[in-house]
């Protein structure tokens, strides 16, 4: 959600209020812009428990049990708008992903995500709670996500003018470690983390979401090009086209989410890939021929052995008011080798989590889950395989369709 419109703050007792942009406090049904807006069917027939909706601008075929209250966010990945499941008064959110199979990549990461969240089950980590069923299962082309309602994400707390105890720092730390140490627990690499992919509310829960990305960590196929993953919180190992990486590089990532609660601000807002290393060594400082061993490009590393000298910035000094524990986790993250990096097991038991983290707390995966997926499916194949994924939220259409036949 990368133009959400609300933001949130960290008010009395560490909860979130929520405040429109101007600054003034507003709850958050009161939100003036245009509200979800019933509407005839585009073809003008109306089918069997669906109705109609315009939000921003966009028809919503929702199921009947589903009432729109008003569009929450929008990004490259569709529309978000909130609603009520009217039949157990619960809010949640639903996404439209509209004209799904019209780019593969997208049509892929829409069927791996449905694949892994129908799998996975932990407080840190969104839920999947619906996939409404098209009326057409041949030629169906938007599909429609339910998710558990948040208030708002990490990049909009983080941008507000509000300010961020110790303590807010370390809970949302220390639940982003966990449900992270629950995907790696299934062998799942994330590849995406950032603070926009952190979604917040009001009592400060935090829930990772987006695994458009997501990978099963096995070896094969880990090449991953440079424009896919967000830059900013991209691993050197990923900069420099490394062919082989693991659960390492979603800890890079929550450094450096981490490094930006402190400070507010991203620590290496790099402009483009060769930008992002200088960055990066300028900070961490120049890397020893051992430190640079893992690199199996050869003119990668060339690249970082032909950078400037750099003595490196203390992260102690960039952030003068954080807890010494919490600079010497930083510093465990932001390793640039990645053999030499902290794992998320040792980063949950590290001193300055010791007050929060039990490890009776984490639940294991009990589902084996395969993302392996053919990148060179056709469009109906991928459509198929969605609408297997949707009848699991859907028994009764499975019931329908055995009876049919």
């Known amino acids: 959600m990368d133009e959400m419109r609300w933001i949130g703050y960290l008010g009395e007792e560490g909860f979130l209020s929520l405040v429109d942009l101007g600054g003034d406090p507003s709850p958050l049904d009161a939100w003036p812009w245009k509200m979800a807006t019933p509407v005839e069917p585009p073809s003008g027939v109306r089918s069997e428990g669906k109705h109609y909706y315009s939000i921003w601008q966009s028809v919503f075929e929702l199921d009947t049990k589903y009432v729109p209250i008003k569009p929450i966010g929008r990004g490259a990945c569709g529309i978000v708008c909130s609603s009520i499941n009217r039949e157990t008064d619960e809010k949640v959110a639903i996404k439209k992903i509209h004209n799904t199979f019209d780019n593969r990549t997208d049509a892929l990461r829409t069927l791996r995500e449905l694949k892994l969240l129908r799998h996975l089950q932990h407080e840190n980590v969104i839920a999947l709670k619906d996939v409404m069923v098209p009326m057409q299962r041949t030629s169906f082309k938007d599909v429609y996500l339910v998710y558990d309602l948040m208030d708002t994400d990490l990049h909009q707390i983080i941008k507000s003018s509000q300010s961020l105890s110790n303590d807010h720092c370390q809970y949302f730390l220390f639940q982003l470690l966990r449900g992270l140490k629950y995907l790696h627990s299934a062998n799942i690499l994330h590849r995406d983390l950032k603070p926009g992919n952190l979604l917040i509310n009001a009592n400060c829960d935090l829930k990772i979401c987006d695994f458009g990305l997501a990978r099963t960590n096995n070896g094969k196929d880990q090449f991953m090009t440079e424009y896919v993953v967000t830059r900013w919180y991209r691993a050197p190992e990923l900069l420099l086209c490394c062919e082989n990486y693991g659960t390492s590089i979603d800890v890079w990532s929550v450094g450096c989410i981490f490094a930006e609660l402190l400070g507010r601000k991203p620590l290496f807002p790099g402009t483009e890939c060769l930008n992002q290393l200088k960055l990066i060594i300028n900070i961490l400082g120049s890397q020893t021929e051992d430190a640079i061993e893992f690199i199996d490009n050869q003119k990668a590393r060339k690249y970082i052995q032909s950078l400037p000298f750099s003595s490196g910035t203390s992260f ?22 990645p ?27 009990e589902v084996p889950v395969d993302l392996e997926i053919d990148e060179e499916l056709g469009e109906d194949v991928i459509r198929e395989m969605i609408w297997n994924e949707m009848l699991h939220y859907h028994p009764e259409v499975v019931g329908a369709n055995s009876q049919g036949n």
């Open 316 to 337: 102690a000094d960039l952030y003068p008011e954080a807890q010494p524990s919490a600079i010497d986790l930083l510093e465990k993250m932001l390793v640039f080798d």
């Open 339 to 365: 053999s030499k990096r902290i794992s998320v097991s040792e980063a949950l038991q590290h001193p300055y989590m010791s007050a929060l983290y039990s490890s009776d707390m984490d639940p294991p995966v």
